[in-house]
């Protein structure tokens, strides 16, 4: 269990805020994550490791010489923003262009892939390299699908030696695509972590029991089965991952046996005796292999197995030297540049914002709109937490109460600035997104902001306009997601209740107060049965579908929450201009 904490909501910021001070001679913080503390003498790649906290010594443990220039830094177990990518690849990158790589997860794929779009947009050169180690996960015909686990480590190994060594960008690409097209892990859960502040684990098992194909999000093993002696478990993670030996490999191995965060080193050396013998005897040769904490999951006790088929480019890249504050191989030489200039804080002046009366007024009823998102979903973040732990990582309560509680902050900011609707909503999705991270962060971020755009600051919205902006919405997190109905995520819950919403418009309903409300209410009626269906479906996308059978039976989460949200909503968004108060009124 982790005790040591002050506010939960803060336990990430914190702990890498004392991290960085701990290491200020290596790395020096930035907003979204850390980079190292020294440019580099000349320009070079950078290499942004970069997911969720709760994972030390990834991902900010890893900067450093012969291995990361900087790490981007989410929330625990939730994926950084898109502006916290940004501004940590604008940091480190020193004009040789930077490469992004990280698990294969969708939050990652969806806020470093923005990012990515913005970089490309400002002429600096970017690439992304997805880590997709995990055979647990998916099939050898769906490899792609596949989550990243421990084999993140190699892949940013050798990337990173590869950067340090002079490649530049499309040879580190290649490389690291290669070492994750080679690189296989499989893990064993024989406990759950717990969260800052939580009391209870995100999932248990049995005395005696091993959930086997664990993720390092705090998601639950695949199956759960016997513990067995070290022996019987050394042989059953070995043949795994041989069953996937890669076409034409080599005899030449890098491996990996990593604890998961309360797994002691005398227990990994115990079943290396098991592990490493068995390699071996398959005709192996290991080349400089580690056993250690490496790939984390707070306080969980587990262990997995990685292995990475070298040949004569990634064999001298895994054993080039690197020195980091949690990682050191050989004698790594600091060819330095200039130190890095600390941030300087800058109080840029407030936005000026230009928008009609009416537009105004109709933003108190947004500001209302959002301050009921907030209270209810505080209400069931618990809930809402268990229900995401059933098959993931426990998160979602969690990340909708950040998301909502920055939204509501600088909605409130932008309409004291004297803000429109559109705008006010625009903020707050902007917020959203940074704040809450992960998957359902950035889409219900840039779905608040499409909402925003569709209504715009010159008018109060109408019922066709109200309903232009829900279909503004749904398209902009369908066309992020690339989700459908059935496939167990919140659009399970979103396309019911934008269908029905404009159908009942598009039939006239709308010219009174009560029909307007009502036809809202209806159409959160079909999103809330549309959500509780969902626990019959077995999830399609996101981290829940390796557990897909686990999760028949719970309702998806994020279906579940954004029924909440559109239910609680609708008395404040569905006015009438004639009913509707001036602006600056209080709500």
């Known amino acids: ?99 992004f790589t990280y698990g294969n997860y969708a939050g990652d794929v969806l806020n470093f892939g923005m990012a990515s779009e913005r970089l490309a947009a400002e002429g600096i050169q970017v690439e992304n390299v997805l880590v997709t180690d995990d055979v647990a996960s998916a099939p050898p015909s769906e490899a792609e699908k ?40 499989i893990g064993s859960a024989f406990h759950g972590c717990t969260f800052p502040g939580a009391e209870a684990p995100l999932f248990t098992l049995k005395d005696r029991q091993m959930g086997l194909g664990l993720g390092i999000h705090g998601e639950p093993g695949l199956f759960d089965t016997e513990l067995p002696p070290a022996k019987e478990l050394g042989q059953e993670l070995v043949s795994r991952l041989l069953a996937e030996t890669p076409h034409g490999a080599g005899d030449r191995l890098a491996v990996i046996l990593n604890g998961l965060g309360s797994t002691k080193h005398e227990e990994l050396f115990v079943l290396w005796l098991t592990v490493a013998p068995l390699l071996r005897a398959a005709g192996y040769t290991l080349v400089m292999p580690e056993v250690g904490e490496l790939v984390t999951s707070l306080d969980m006790s587990g262990v997995s197995l990685t292995i990475t088929w070298l040949d004569d480019d990634l064999e001298p890249l895994w054993a080039a030297p690197a020195e980091t504050p949690a990682y050191r191989r050989g004698n790594a030489a600091l060819q330095l540049g200039d130190r890095m200039a600390e941030e300087t804080s800058d109080d840029a002046a407030p936005a000026a914002f230009e928008a009609t009366e009416d537009s105004r007024g109709y933003a108190a009823h947004c500001l209302a709109a959002l301050a009921a998102a907030r209270a209810s979903l505080h209400g069931a973040e618990a809930r809402l937490g268990d229900m995401d732990a059933v098959a993931g990582d426990g998160d979602h309560g969690r990340g909708m109460v950040r998301g909502i509680d920055a939204a509501v902050a600088a909605a409130e900011d932008a309409a004291a600035g004297g803000a429109g609707a559109g705008a006010v909503l625009a903020a707050a999705g902007d917020a959203w997104a940074d704040k809450a991270g992960g998957t359902s962060g950035v889409l219900w971020g840039a779905g608040l902001r499409s909402f925003g755009e569709a209504l715009g600051n010159q008018l109060a919205p109408g019922p066709s306009e109200l309903a232009a902006a829900v279909a503004a919405f749904a398209g902009r997190i369908t066309g992020l997601g690339k989700a459908d109905v059935g496939d167990k995520t919140m659009v399970d819950a979103l396309l019911p209740f934008t269908e029905t919403y404009s159908r009942l418009v598009a039939d006239g309903a709308g010219h009174t107060g009560a029909s307007l409300q009502a036809a809202w209410a209806e159409a959160a009626a079909a999103a809330t049965a549309a959500a509780e269906a969902t626990a019959s479906l077995r999830p399609l996308k996101g981290r829940a579908r390796p557990l897909a059978e686990k999760s028949v039976g719970t309702a998806d989460p994020g279906a579940t929450s954004l029924a909440m949200i559109f239910s609680v909503m609708g008395p404040h968004l569905a006015v009438p201009a004639a009913t509707r108060q001036p602006a600056g009124t209080p709500s």
């Open 1 to 99: 269990m982790t005790r040591i904490f002050n506010d939960p909501s803060d336990f990430a910021e914190e702990a890498l805020a004392g991290f960085c001070d701990v290491h200020a001679d290596l790395v020096r913080q930035v907003p979204g994550g850390a980079v190292r503390r020294h440019r580099p003498a000349k320009p070079k790649v950078a290499v942004l490791a970069g997911g969720g906290s709760g994972h030390y010594p990834a991902f900010a443990g890893l900067i450093g010489t012969g291995l990361a220039d900087g790490a981007v830094v989410g929330n625990i177990f939730t994926s950084p923003s898109a502006q916290q990518a940004y501004a940590v690849a604008k940091a480190a990158d020193s004009g040789a262009g930077v490469v």
């Open 146 to 185: 596949r989550r990243g686990i421990a084999g993140d480590f190699t892949v940013f190994k050798i990337m990173g030696a590869a950067a340090e060594a002079g490649a530049g960008l499309a040879d580190v690409v290649r490389l690291g695509r290669k070492a994750n097209s080679l690189t296989r892990t």
